[in-house]
């Protein structure tokens, strides 16, 4: 769900009803994380909704590309970048109600759900909703880095109320 701000004006205000929508930023990096140098700069990208293409440009030197919520507001867009297509929609961040699975979603968005689970079929999504070593490496992961930066969290691979706090306020949902 995406929060959207509506400016409500009185009759015979000058000025309509806005509709702000934020942008959803997509890292392109070498590596997880939110250390310097990680992002891939200049990397041309286009934005296709609709069957058509509506925005395009290259990756921030973060490695971002900025997709806008007005595109994504109105359906899934495709995203294509080093000549591959991503698809992109917004998601229920709750995933069925579950904490654990929402935090394994917010953990995905930031880059951290990475790898395979050995003992899991290919196609498993990072947000099962079961507690597992992906898991819990993903978790420390994130806390080496926000401890690193801030020493605001344990590095305990638990992913208790500070880290879930972490979490929602970096991945915006």
Excluded: C, H, W
């Excluded at 769900?1 to 942008?23: E, H, L, Q, S, Y």
């Excluded at 995203?79 to 579950?98: C, K, M, N, S």
């Excluded at 880059?111 to 498993?124: E, F, I, K, R, S």
Aim: hydrophobic share 40%.
């Amino acid at each position: 769900m995406v929060k959207t701000f509506v400016a409500r004006t009185f009759d015979g205000a000058p000025t309509g009803n806005r509709n702000n929508t934020p942008d959803f930023p997509l890292l392109f990096q070498i590596a997880p994380g939110a250390g310097a140098g990680l992002g891939i700069a200049g990397v041309p990208f286009t934005i296709d909704a609709a069957g058509q293409t509506r925005l395009s440009g290259a990756t921030t030197a973060e490695g971002a590309v900025m997709v806008p919520g007005s595109l994504l507001n109105a359906g899934p867009v495709t995203v294509r970048i080093f000549d591959t297509d991503y698809t992109v929609q917004l998601e229920d961040p709750d995933l069925g109600g579950t904490a654990l699975a929402g935090s394994q979603k917010r953990l995905d968005v930031r880059g951290y759900m990475t790898g395979v689970l050995l003992d899991a079929a290919p196609d498993t999504p990072a947000n099962n909703g079961a507690l597992d070593t992906r898991t819990m490496q993903a978790t420390l992961n994130f806390q080496t880095d926000r401890n690193s930066s801030d020493g605001s969290i344990a590095i305990d691979a638990d992913l208790g109320d500070q880290t879930r706090r972490a979490l929602r306020r970096e991945a915006g949902f």
